[in-house]
């Protein structure tokens, strides 16, 4: 054969052990709930998939190619958004164009309000290890000790206002917060908009004399019930958490408090990352 019976050939590799129709069945029943397709469980992984096929097909594939599976059939891995059940899609979406015109409105500055707790106990999220760490460790205070803040964002520039609260979140305090962020809103000469939510001491009738009698030049915006969505402080919120709470160890509440306001304080001026970030689409 000389030189050309070294050459390797063509190899046919294993066969499929699922064919093109099959293939398209998993493809649809992956799109209902396991328990639709006779199995336990809410949720599909490489374990549910691999029963699922055994039973229907007599196939026994492994998790690792159910896995790959998943990945042929164009899934990804996604944490799923929480939406309220009992939120008004139609009315949110009413109010939604109604911020985005309040936004272009030169005349007007459009903040976002809302008040927040952060847990001495810290918080957990995924993080990259070195390969010699098999157990990556957290300590965590045993406490149930948190510190509260109001704060408002204003979505032009990014400034960034805020308030510690040592007392409760009520009516009270929620009148002291709303005259500081009236003094420092009201000095660009716009009109201003807060948007708030409806917690029921934004409505109280304690600083009910005060919005009427500003209300020409600083307005709360109520968002619509259960729609915790569309206020864009939301994230900050999150930054903040994932800026400086994240896994860290906490000893005290004021180190919480240290750290919180440290990132705060960077907000303090316009901020192009805030801007960007509670941006209304």
Known sequence: ??????????????????????????????????????????LWDGKTLASWIEQRYGVDLGVRQCQRLFRQLGFRIRKPRPVIAKADPELQKVHKKKLQALRQDDGVDLWAT???????????????????????????HPTRRCVGYFGAVRLRDGKFWFRRETDRFNAATF???????????????????????????????????????????????????YSPDLNPIERVWKLTRRRCLHNRYFPSLQEVIDAVEGVFAGWANRNEALRRLCAIT
Not at 2 to 11: F, I, N, T, V
Not at 12 to 39: C, F, H, T
């Open 1 to 42: 054969m000389g030189l050309a019976g070294l050459l390797e050939g063509e190899r046919s590799g294993r066969p499929r052990r699922l064919n093109d129709k099959q293939i398209q069945e998993v493809n649809a029943v992956l799109r209902r709930m396991p328990r639709e397709a006779g199995l336990s469980g809410n």
């Open 114 to 140: 809302d008040e927040v707790h952060f847990q001495q106990h810290g918080s957990r999220c995924l993080m990259w290890v070195p390969p010699e760490t098999k157990d990556p460790v957290l300590l965590h």
């Open 175 to 225: 009148f002291e917060f709303m005259r500081g962020l009236r003094r420092v809103s009201v000095r660009t000469g716009r009109r201003v908009v807060v948007i708030t939510d409806n917690a029921r001491y934004h409505h109280a009738r304690l600083h009910k004399d005060l919005r009427e009698r500003h209300l020409a030049d600083f307005e709360l915006d109520y968002l619509p019930p």
